[in-house]
């Protein structure tokens, strides 16, 4: 059995001693001052001095190993003990040479896919804990943001498309209603295959409505209220024409 030990460092590479310094700044109160998380980089060490992350790079593996404690990018915090794994030396070598394929540079993701998440995913194969649910939690928390974010503008566009859907078979229901009203009281009805003299208004209609529809919430101007009017009277004026003998 070995000790697995998780190193954790503050997140301080971002090249601007300002940024660095607000990072130290954040981790101190929210982490130090409540518990509740912070902006943190983490590392494996088991089997050896070395530890064992995760990072960003164009090609190749992002799995790499340095000393223990000793990673130049970063400002070291502290380590926690997870537990003792029961895996052989040579069951962890294959461990790493199976990371290595699966976590290649170019697939890392600050939000779903990080050195925290590569840790996670060690942890659970070598049998012991996972970290500490502060060291991960900001990343945790902007990825359920994202997703809920995602799915709230699928959903607006899903109402959209269905509420347009429902308007056009309902305007087809009213004007199918109209016509058999306007054909019982001609003592005409219209026979399969006819056009009726209405369809051609129903059509300008119906594009009115629907587009009126879905811009109810726009305030009209002065411009658009007087084409409008314009509008309804030609109509008018054509239905009178229509209804003439």
């Known amino acids: 059995m070995a000790e697995v030990v998780v190193h954790i460092y503050d997140v301080t590479n971002t090249g601007s001693d300002k940024t660095n310094n607000t990072i ?28 064992w992350s995760y990072g960003y790079c164009e090609q190749g593996t992002g799995v790499f190993r340095c000393p223990s404690s000793k990673n130049p990018m970063y400002t070291y915090r502290e380590k926690i003990v997870l537990g003792r794994t029961d895996c052989t030396i040579f069951m962890v070598n294959q461990i790493f040479r199976e990371l290595t394929r699966e976590w290649p540079g170019h697939t890392y993701d600050l939000l779903s896919r990080n050195c925290n998440h590569f840790c996670d995913v060690l942890c659970d194969r070598l049998g ?54 306007t054909n019982s009281s001609n003592g005409s009805p219209q026979q399969p295959g006819t056009v009726n003299n209405s369809d051609n208004v129903n059509s300008r209609m119906q594009g009115t409505w629907l587009k009126g529809m879905l811009n109810t919430s726009k305030p009209s101007t002065s411009t658009e209220i007087e084409n409008k009017d314009e509008d309804a009277n030609h109509d008018s004026e054509v239905l009178q024409f229509q209804q003439q003998p």
């Open 128 to 181: 012991v804990p996972k970290l500490p649910g502060w060291v991960n939690r900001f990343a945790h928390a902007g990825d359920t943001a994202l997703e809920v974010a995602e799915t709230t503008a699928m959903r607006l566009k899903q109402a959209k498309t269905e509420l347009l859907s429902a308007s056009k078979v309902a305007y087809r229901f009213l004007s199918n209603v109209t016509s058999s009203v």
């Open 24 to 51: 130290l700044q954040i981790n101190r109160i929210f982490k130090d001052g409540i518990g509740l998380g912070g902006i943190f980089h983490s590392a494996i060490q088991v089997y050896g001095n070395d530890e």
